[in-house]
């Protein structure tokens, strides 16, 4: 009995050695980001790898993907001179801009496209996003030029401050260096709060983003500033669409306060023109560029894009 007891009490030892082996394979596959999920970044608490079939590739500080194995992103190029061309590149795959000229002409407008990956261009074919195409919208008869201390896409003047991953409060962070706000950019295009989404942080993401406006008034008094609605997303629509009542109300508030806002709404962007859930393809990426082209377009009727500082 004793030899028995004994061999039963071996067999239950290996029984739960096996169990807390698979409940510990069952912790490490759920603590895995999913495709096109967050695996890193400054201050990520969250999984640090990915589902098999991706893998985690550094976008910035703020900022790990889990990306297809088969996909490659967009790199960042860099212009080797000093001097601007107004010449853009885009792809050829990008749809043509709806209009081909503003109704307000001799302008100098110094433009900082501030916030997220999508301002950025990521996963756009040439990485461009929509500033080649709003670019080609703007520049006849009048003078552009993007400004901002990242370069990204095949376009010359590819200059913005499009931080991948980063959240309101990020994109604040990052706005107040040296070649973004304080270069005293005359137009600001301003779209965040899609990570603060995706992170389940968006309750208090109205909140950071009016203090950031703020921020942008107070550093450029002359400026005129254009806050898009956020695009789509696969999943948590119903918080992107709660974060886009809250920042329509906001900027009627300070449009009636007098301030130089506008909302440039970014409802033609359809879930079906998302590459992976969040961003644009690249015929979303147009639809957001001729979302903002007319809005502009109104600013400079209103007399609000004076000479740059």
Request: aromatic content about 4%; proline content about 6%; overall charge neutral.
């Amino acid at each position: 009995m004793k030899v028995l007891s004994s061999r039963v009490s071996k067999s239950s030892a290996v029984m739960l050695v096996l169990i807390l082996v698979a409940a510990l394979s069952v912790r490490v596959a759920l603590a895995q980001s999913q495709e096109w999920g967050q695996c890193g970044g400054m201050g990520w608490t969250g999984p640090t790898t990915c589902v098999a079939g991706s893998n985690c590739v550094v976008q910035n500080q703020f900022y790990s993907q889990c990306l297809p194995s088969t996909a490659v992103p967009p790199p960042p190029t860099t212009t080797t001179t000093t001097s601007k061309s107004t010449t853009t590149s885009r792809s050829s795959t990008s749809s043509a801009p709806t209009s081909s000229s503003t109704s307000a002409t001799g302008l100098n407008i110094r433009l900082l496209p501030l916030g997220d990956s999508i301002t950025w261009g990521f996963t756009s074919s040439d990485g461009n996003g929509y500033r080649a195409a709003l670019h080609d919208l703007l520049q006849p008869g009048n003078t552009v030029d993007f400004i901002g201390s990242l370069k990204s896409g095949t376009m010359v003047d590819n200059d913005n401050e499009g931080h991948i991953g980063a959240i309101i409060e990020q994109i604040a962070q990052s706005a107040t260096n040296a070649l973004a706000l304080p270069a005293r950019p005359n137009v600001v295009l301003l779209m965040a709060g899609t990570n603060d989404v995706l992170d389940n942080i968006s309750s208090g993401a109205p909140a950071q983003l009016s203090t950031l406006m703020d921020t942008i008034f107070r550093t450029c008094p002359d400026a005129a500033l254009i806050v898009a609605s956020l695009t789509p997303l696969s999943s948590g629509q119903a918080n992107v669409d709660t974060f886009n009542a809250a920042v329509t109300q906001m900027v009627n508030s300070r449009k009636a306060a007098g301030q130089h806002i506008f909302l440039a709404s970014m409802a033609s962007v359809l879930a079906s023109d998302l590459i992976d859930g969040i961003h644009p393809t690249d015929a979303g990426y147009v639809k957001m560029a001729n979302a903002w082209f007319p809005v502009i377009q109104q600013a400079a009727k209103n007399g609000w894009i004076g000479k740059p500082v």
